[in-house]
Nanobody, 124 residues
Framework: QVQLVESGGGLVQAGHSLSLSCAVSGRPFSTLVMGWFRQTPGNERNFVAGTSWWRQGRKNADAVKGRFTISRDNAKNTVSLKMNSLKPDATDVYYC?????????????????WGQGTQVTVSA
């Protein structure tokens, strides 16, 4: 079983930056593809970014390219999401996710492990 614990959410003004972090335990970190999803209550979960240990692969959703950066610290078993130039439409609950393997997928049902979620609110 993989445990994921997010931190770093909160309230931020539009145009500012915010970083999310996720601590991972329960499986060798090198065996996991890590990612972030977002969800508005009642709506589907949408892919934000993902990273693999294999070749340090990264993938971002088109909407956040150039503004959001995902990174993983393989020594500390953590994955982070740095969000720059935030807009009010980024307001959502953000989830840290994990799957075993080497491929980064954007479908929510590809990820077996989910954190509890952390709220990000961007004010205008």
């Amino acid at each position: 079983q993989v445990q994921l614990v997010e931190s770093g959410g909160g309230l931020v003004q539009a145009g500012h930056s915010l970083s999310l972090s996720c601590a991972v335990s329960g499986r060798p970190f090198s065996t996991l593809v890590m990612g972030w999803f977002r969800q508005t209550p009642g709506n589907e979960r949408n892919f934000v970014a993902g990273t693999s240990w294999w070749r340090q692969g990264r993938k971002n959703a088109d909407a956040v390219k150039g503004r959001f950066t995902i990174s993983r610290d393989n020594a500390k078993n953590t994955v982070s999401l740095k969000m720059n130039s935030l807009k009010p439409d980024a307001t959502d609950v953000y989830y840290c996710v994990a799957r075993e393997g080497n491929s980064i997928y954007s479908a929510a049902n590809s990820y077996a492990y989910w954190g509890q979620g952390t709220q990000v609110t961007v004010s205008a």
